[in-house]
């Protein structure tokens, strides 16, 4: 596992990547929410009504995901171990 800064503000921290075997997701702190960034998904693996935008093409498979509350961090999970499952193949 590995953690990169993508930034710094006055206050801190502004966001993270989180790696496995190669990139899994970048994650932006907003004063309101989170931003996840999952590589190897798209729109249509959603089954958690989280994600809000995402991509398919050349550039590559993402989605982008808010997450306001703890139990909206619990639904993710599926999603993050989808896309974890996928850097295998």
Known sequence: MAWGRTGR???GVKGFK???RRKLCDVLIHGDHLSVYIRNLTPDDDDTGLVVSGAGTYA???VHTQVR???QVGRLLPLLRRAYALQGT
Request: charged share 35%; aromatic share 16%.
């Open 60 to 62: 590559g498979k993402y």
């Open 9 to 11: 503000s006055a206050r």
């Open 18 to 20: 989180y790696s496995r």
């Open 69 to 71: 509350t703890v139990d």
